[in-house]
């Protein structure tokens, strides 16, 4: 049985005015209230409990944010004016977030952080319950209802839902665009989905907005089978989208032009600087293998990641063997639903440079994909006819077998998040003391205390966890590459925030380290440091145990911290308990990261 395609949208023709104007109703598995309830309770989950994976979060987008909103931050060169190829819009948007915690009651930066995460889980959910309708009635109720499960089910999503990320923006708007163009109810809705994709692309990540080609590409085929009339209304519909693009770059221009007090087009930027930049551009930061991306989603999908890579050859062998007669046009529409996900893939793991947050915007994708799988592999395996072999087994028996299947990936879904969370969640946690307890102990340090990161630099989990103007600084390690410096705080000519466009020091596009970054130690009242036990070999010069040393140091607060060096891969990969039944070498194996306090004389 093929996904279901309504009558109307199954003859050869472009869905323009009469037929594709008639309001029809379709089945919906549950109401979108309460598909909305359960994506955001997924995103609630996440907002509170996702460690944050990716240093960039934190130096690219909570730092910024931060120095809007109090006026001080660690500065990247992306934020510099004579690179600019940061979005203000994007960070702004955050921010303004932010600030609106401010106005209730029991404020703190630490709750400024969690409340944008929860708006973050907010918008995310908004769009995933509008895929999630759309996909309910323009194809199948059932393939809604996988969905939903597939996604709020995953590591993946437990990832990028409140990830304060562009990917993860681009992720929402791509939803959004994507089910414009996908529901052709009520007139084909070319120029909302262009806009959609415009502002995930301008707002959030330039590259997303190749996630539309397939539906353009749709429209295409179709209006040049169609009518003049057709043909027409096709051209107004993509100049609406176009011009609605524009505007939001227009506007996006503006802000940054605010910010940075120069002509900067940072859409263009990102561009140039990822693929036509002559200092190495982001290879710079690392090469991956191409299984790279295959490895992380079967991580984060398990089960739905390879239905999904089935999806089209499931779809064809489908057409194959037991053609439905819907025509061509049924069958182009399941191929343009598929065909974003393979497409994507295919791009970025051609890439040298690969991170996990570059898969974000087609997570949503990779779940329709394995949606349409399992309902195809389902109407096989539930046919009746005793002439076929799925007809011979039990209907007992395949409910049987494909709950087991469900619900092992779901248990290795759970085990992957909870994983994550107890093994890396320490930065998170460890500063809680420098804000007072409910426990009646003294609230530490002073408005001016440093707080130093040496190998840690990139677990900092940005300056929100900070209190009273305290100050996060680096002191040097073995690192060699180019480190944050901090933004200006002068306040100099007309406007706020002059940090943004003031001239900057001591940065480039070529991570080529800058002494200038580094604070003397001795200027730290606090350090945060990991100490690994197991660990045997011999200490770097410049990455000594400071938590050993307790001449110098004295421990405010430990988190345990996963000891991935010597932690089996199954551990590593999933969560582990600890019981004696488990074999020592299959154990989880521990370090602890510290916030320390300088001994005084």
């Known amino acids: 049985m093929a996904p279901n395609i309504p009558q109307d949208q199954r003859r050869f023709e472009h869905p323009t005015s009469s037929h594709a104007k008639k309001k029809r109703k379709g089945p919906l598995p549950i109401e979108p209230i309460t598909a909305f309830y359960i994506f955001f309770a997924a995103g609630i989950a996440a907002a509170l409990f996702a460690p944050i994976q990716d240093c960039d979060e934190t130096f690219n987008y909570w730092e910024p944010a931060h120095y809007l909103s109090h ?4 500065q990247t060169w992306e934020y510099s004016p004579d690179y600019a190829i940061r979005s203000w819009g994007y960070v702004g948007l955050h921010a303004i977030v932010g600030n609106l915690r401010r106005l209730l009651p029991q404020s703190s930066k630490v709750a400024e952080f969690y409340f944008i995460r929860y708006g973050l889980a907010f918008a995310c959910a908004i769009c995933q319950t509008v895929l999630f ?48 163009f996908m529901n052709w109810r009520g007139g084909i809705k070319t120029a909302h989905g262009i806009f959609w994709f415009a502002v995930a692309g301008i707002l959030g990540w330039p590259f997303a907005s190749a996630l539309c080609a397939p539906y353009l590409l749709e429209e295409l ?8 009339d057709a043909f027409i209304e096709a051209i107004v519909r993509f100049a609406r989208g176009i011009i609605s693009g524009l505007i939001v770059l227009f506007i996006d221009y503006l802000i940054n032009l605010f910010f940075y007090k120069k002509i900067a087009l940072v859409t263009w930027n990102i561009i140039k600087y990822n693929i036509f930049s002559s200092t190495g551009g982001p290879d710079l930061y690392g090469t991956e293998p191409w299984t790279f991306y295959f490895k992380n989603l079967a991580l984060n999908f398990n089960l739905w990641f390879i239905l999904a890579l089935l999806a089209l050859p499931l779809f064809l062998l489908q057409k194959l063997i037991s053609p439905s007669g819907q025509g061509f046009q049924s069958g182009l529409r399941t191929v343009v639903f598929v065909a974003p996900f393979y497409m994507w893939l ?36 539930g046919s009746t006819d005793r002439s076929t072999l799925a007809g011979k087994i039990p209907a007992k028996l395949k409910l049987l077998t494909v709950s087991l299947v469900l619900f092992l990936a779901l248990d290795v879904s759970l085990t992957r998040v909870y994983g994550i969370y107890s093994a890396y969640s320490a930065p998170l946690k460890v500063y809680s003391r420098l804000w007072g307890s409910s426990h009646g102990q003294p609230v530490l340090g002073r408005e001016e205390d440093i707080v130093c990161f040496g190998k840690e630099w990139y677990r900092f989990s940005s300056s929100y966890f900070l209190p009273r103007d305290m100050h996060a600084k680096f002191v040097r390690s073995e690192f060699r590459g180019l480190l944050p410096g901090e933004f200006s705080e002068a306040r100099i000519g007309f406007g706020f925030w002059s940090g943004t466009w003031l001239p900057t020091s001591g940065f480039n596009d070529h991570n080529e380290e800058d002494p200038g970054k580094y604070a003397d130690i001795r200027a730290c009242s606090f350090l945060v440091d990991t100490q690994f036990p197991l660990r045997t070999d011999p200490l770097p010069p410049n990455e000594p145990d400071y938590i050993g040393d307790t001449k110098a140091w004295e421990i405010v607060q430990c988190e345990p911290f996963l000891d991935a060096q010597n932690t089996h891969i199954l551990a590593r990969t999933l969560w582990v308990p600890e019981l004696d039944v488990i074999p020592e070498r299959f154990r989880r194996k521990w370090g602890r990261h510290c916030l320390l306090q300088r001994r005084k004389a």
């Open 71 to 74: 006026g001080y931050g660690l």
């Open 346 to 381: 295919a791009i970025f793991t051609a890439q040298p440079h690969k991170e996990e947050r570059f898969m974000y915007p087609v997570y949503p994708f990779l779940t329709l994909n394995a949606s349409i799988s399992l309902h195809i592999i389902l109407a096989a395996i």
């Open 221 to 228: 085929v179709l209006v040049f089978f169609s009518d003049k």
């Open 133 to 180: 309708k759309v996909i309910s009635l323009t194809m199948n109720g059932r393939i809604g209802m996988f969905f939903l499960i597939a996604t709020v089910t995953s590591p993946g999503n437990f990832h990028a839902s409140a990830s304060f990320l562009p990917s993860s923006f681009a992720m929402y708007m791509a939803m959004i665009g994507a089910a414009s």
